[in-house]
C-alpha cells in the first residue's frame, strides 16, 4: 500500500495573494518548499494566476523545487436558480480543470453552492449534482477528478454552503457516482456545522480521495455550547479558532485509523500556518509522525 502524500496551502497568505497582491507566488513557492511537504495545493483565485500564459511558469517553479501541485482549490457556485448563472459557474469550472491540468495536478475542487433560502433541500440538490455531472466528462478527459468538500462558506459568497450540513452533503455524494469524482474530506469544517467529524467520515470514508488537515480549537466554553448556538451552523463559530494541527479538537488517530481502514492512500493538504511558519512546521511534523505510525509498512510514492 502507498502512503499518504502531504501538501501545504497557504492558509495565512491568502489575502497578499488573492487580493492586495503585497505576496508573490514565487516567495511562497520558496517557503513552502522548503517544508518537508511532497506537494503545494495551489488556488484558482491567486491572482497571478488570472493570465493562463502563467500557469506553466508556475508549474515549472514548483517542479524545479522538487515538488508538485496535486490539487486546485476552487468555488464554484452551482444553486443559483437562474440557468445562465449556472451556466458561467459551469465555464468557470471547466477553466479550472485546465488550470490544474496545466499545473500537473490530478484533483480540482468542486462545491454545491450557496444555501439561498429560497432554495428547498430537493432543489439545491439536483441544481448542484446537475452541474457536477456536467462537468465531470471534461475532467476525466484530462485525467482530473473532481472532489466536493464539506465546506463552510468561500470568503465571498453571501450565504454559506447549501451542503454544510452533514445529512445534505451525504444526500449529494450519493447522487453522483463516477471514477472521477470524491470527496475532499475536512474534519475541522465539521465543527463550523456543529457535527462530529468522526460520524461524518464514517459515512464517506469509502468515497474520500483526498482530504484537508487543519485543526480547531474551543476559546470559550464547551462543543455543547458549540452546538446549540446559531452560529455553528450559519457563521464562522466565533468560540472556534484556527490552530497548530495535533494541538486542538480533532482526533487524528481515529482519523487515520478510519482512513486506513477504508483504504485510503491520497493527498493530505495542511490548512495551517495562520500564527506564522513555525507553527506550519510543526504541522507538517505532526502530521509525519502520524503517517508514519499509520501507514508503517506503505511505500512512499514517488
Not at 110 to 118: T, Y
Not at 184 to 203: I, K
Request: overall charge negative.
Amino acid at each position: 500500500m502507498l502512503m499518504p502524500q502531504l501538501a501545504v496551502f497557504p492558509k495565512a497568505f491568502m489575502q497578499a495573494l488573492c487580493k492586495d497582491g503585497s505576496m508573490r507566488l514565487s516567495e511562497w513557492i520558496t517557503l513552502a518548499t522548503a517544508l518537508q511537504v511532497d506537494g503545494l495545493e495551489w488556488y484558482a483565485g491567486f491572482l497571478e494566476m488570472e493570465h493562463a500564459a502563467n500557469w506553466p511558469g508556475f508549474r515549472k517553479q514548483v517542479e524545479d523545487k522538487g515538488k508538485v501541485i496535486p490539487m486546485m482549490c476552487c468555488s464554484p457556485d452551482f444553486t443559483h436558480p437562474d440557468r445562465h448563472f449556472r451556466e458561467r459557474e459551469i465555464s468557470k469550472q471547466k477553466r479550472w480543470i485546465d488550470m490544474t491540468y496545466a499545473l500537473g495536478g490530478a484533483y480540482c475542487r468542486v462545491l454545491s453552492g450557496q444555501r439561498r433560502p429560497e432554495l428547498t433541500i430537493e432543489e439545491g440538490l439536483k441544481l448542484a449534482a446537475d452541474c457536477i455531472e456536467a462537468c465531470i466528462p471534461y475532467a476525466a478527459e484530462r485525467g482530473i477528478t473532481l472532489i466536493i468538500e464539506n465546506h463552510y462558506k468561500d470568503d465571498f459568497w453571501e450565504y454559506p454552503e447549501f451542503a454544510q450540513q452533514m445529512d445534505v452533503f451525504c444526500q449529494l455524494v450519493d447522487r453522483v457516482h463516477h471514477p472521477n469524482f470524491g470527496v475532499n474530506y475536512d474534519p475541522s469544517n465539521t465543527y463550523l456545522a456543529g457535527e462530529d467529524p468522526l460520524e461524518l467520515l464514517r459515512r464517506v470514508a469509502h468515497r474520500v480521495v483526498t482530504m484537508h488537515a487543519s485543526d480547531r480549537y474551543l476559546k470559550e466554553g464547551t462543543l455543547e455550547d458549540l452546538r446549540r448556538e446559531e452560529g455553528g451552523a450559519a457563521g464562522y463559530a466565533k468560540r472556534l479558532s484556527h490552530g497548530e494541527i495535533g494541538k486542538g479538537l480533532n482526533d487524528y488517530d481515529a482519523i487515520f485509523t478510519q482512513l486506513k481502514n477504508a483504504g485510503f492512500n491520497g493527498w493530505i493538504s495542511i490548512e495551517d500556518g495562520v500564527d506564522g511558519m513555525a507553527q506550519l512546521e510543526r504541522s507538517v511534523a505532526f502530521l509525519r509522525r502520524k503517517l508514519a505510525q499509520y501507514w508503517p509498512a506503505a511505500t512512499p510514492q514517488p
